[in-house]
């Protein structure tokens, strides 16, 4: 089993920051990527931003230039930094984990974006 545990959501005025982590624990073997979906009100989840064991990164376009995500191996852990925030970034943002083709997901943390 893999368990993945988010922190960091929470209420910012548009043009402000925020950072995500992710901390995976459990069963998790070899190579594995880990990401940021989300989900607003009434739409589907979609892809934010991904990163591989190796760094090497994909982001949504809407995001491109703001977001900047990244991870430290050792502590299974992966981060979004999220700057310049406008409130169509309002969404639950749900950490993922790619393994052995298997999906993990973290039960989502909530990001407002508002004055």
């Known amino acids: 089993q893999v368990q993945l545990v988010e922190s960091g959501g929470g209420l910012v005025q548009p043009g402000g920051s925020l950072r995500l982590s992710c901390e995976a624990s459990?069963?998790?073997?070899?190579?594995?990527?880990m990401g940021w979906y989300r989900q607003a009100p009434g739409k589907q989840r979609e892809l934010v931003a991904t990163?591989?064991?190796?760094?090497?990164?994909n982001y949504a376009d809407s995001v491109k230039g703001r977001f900047t995500i990244s991870r430290d191996n050792v502590k299974r852990t992966v981060y979004l930094q999220m700057n310049s925030l406008k409130p169509e970034d309002t969404a639950v943002y749900y950490c993922n984990l790619g393994s052995r083709g298997n999906d993990y997901w973290g039960q989502g943390t909530q990001v407002t974006v508002s004055s």
């Open positions: 990163i591989t064991p190796g760094r090497n990164t």
């Open positions: 459990g069963n998790i073997f070899g190579f594995y990527i």
